[in-house]
């Protein structure tokens, strides 16, 4: 099947400095991937849909410049988290929608942010 | 707007006992419909999945869900649990395309 990878698997930083998590699917291509937030024992919260080539389309109370995507690439999506806090502490989930079977999503293992 | 409901945050079966996990949705078109398993500190894997034709659909691990219009339920079944299948559970529904919604999740623990 599909593979989605994330990198870091987890990383640990100072507040105040910004931290960027990478999205690569690795054996097809995604013109649009999707981040989420999950906080501990609870669901995934969608942040954004990653586009490659245009702006990222956030979900309702989510900071753009906070949160800021880039979608350079077919493959390749990245979430920066801009002067981070220790709110920000999560699991960040990426995901991407196989072009073939497209209602299908193929979720990436995650980034655990701890922000000290 | 489309929206999905797990009913019981929690739940604990014993080894070899039914499992049944329910899900509701709310859709405004016809939904696709899915159920993620996650295992602890990993992401989501797809157990299985409803968009169109048979109802009833069979996934990974002996899981099976059916779909009920005229109940709008999507509820995850399986025969004999296994210690192996404690883990976290999400249904989600998507409306093509293809941004999806989570439920809140339910934990399945089983018990020796």
């Known amino acids: 099947g599909a593979v989605v990878s994330q990198h870091p698997s987890r990383v640990i930083c100072k507040s105040g400095t910004s931290v960027k998590i990478e999205c690569r699917s690795l054996d097809f291509q995604a013109t649009t991937m999707f981040w989420y937030r999950q906080f501990p024992k609870k669901s995934l919260m969608l942040m954004a849909t990653?586009?490659?080539?245009?702006?990222?389309?956030?979900e309702q109370g989510v900071e753009k410049d906070k949160f800021l995507i880039n979608h350079a690439s077919l493959t390749l999506s990245t979430l920066t988290v801009t002067s981070a806090h220790p709110e920000d502490s999560s699991f960040y989930i990426c995901?991407?929608?196989?072009?073939?079977?497209?209602?299908?999503?193929?979720f990436g293992p995650g980034t655990r942010l701890l922000v000290l | 707007a489309q929206s999905v409901t797990q009913l019981g945050s929690h739940v604990s079966v014993s080894e070899g006992a039914l499992v049944l996990l329910r899900c509701n949705y709310s859709s405004s078109v016809p939904p696709y419909l899915f159920w993620y398993v996650q295992y602890p500190n990993q992401g989501l894997q797809l157990l299985l999945k409803y968009t169109t034709g048979a109802t009833l659909v069979k996934g990974i691990n002996g899981f099976e869900a059916e779909f009920k219009k005229s109940e709008t339920s999507f509820h995850l079944t399986k025969p004999s649990a296994h210690m192996s299948d404690a883990a976290e559970y999400f249904c989600a529904v998507s409306p093509p395309p293809i941004v999806m919604r989570f439920g809140a999740g339910t934990r399945l623990t089983v018990k020796p």
């Open positions: 990653s586009n490659e080539g245009s702006k990222a389309t956030y």
């Open positions: 995901s991407a929608p196989s072009l073939a079977g497209g209602e299908t999503q193929y």
